[in-house]
Nanobody, 124 residues
Framework: VQLQASGGGLVQAGGSLRLSCAASGRAFSSYAMYWFRQAPGKEREFVSAISGSGASSSYAASVKGRFTISRDNAKNTGYLQMNSLKSEDTAVYYC??????????????????WGQGTQVTVSS
């Protein structure tokens, strides 16, 4: 499955954005979906994950309670609703997919295919 993230932009601290991840290919619902982010000069880090059915989800401690991951398998699209944004959320956000659901143990090293990310910039 190939993925394309979109929906990033410039927002003030405390604001909200919703990212989308459009998937091409078959059997999207068989894949767990992930969001990672990479800030300048930093390593790519896990943000959130959701199982193929949507029944299970997990979040990095830094975003828990502020971000919500979801998916619409009928539309082959996943989402990341980001509320109460902080300057430290500034990064390029990437979505990824895998047949396995790793939850909070998600490691970007386990993924070898990355689509184009979307830039999120939070001004303070």
């Amino acid at each position: 499955v190939q993925l394309q993230a979109s929906g990033g932009g410039l927002v003030q601290a405390g604001g909200s954005l919703r990212l989308s991840c459009a998937a091409s290919g078959r059997a999207f619902s068989s894949y767990a979906m992930y969001w990672f982010r990479q800030a300048p000069g930093k390593e790519r880090e896990f943000v959130s994950a959701i199982s193929g059915s949507g029944a299970s989800s997990s979040y990095a401690a830094s975003v828990k309670g502020r971000f919500t991951i979801s998916r619409d398998n009928a539309k082959n699209t996943g989402y990341l609703q980001m509320n109460s944004l902080k300057s430290e959320d500034t990064a390029v956000y990437y979505c990824a997919a895998d047949l396995s659901y790793y939850g909070t143990a998600s490691n970007p090293a386990n993924f070898d295919s990355w689509g184009q990310g979307t830039q999120v910039t939070v001004s303070s």
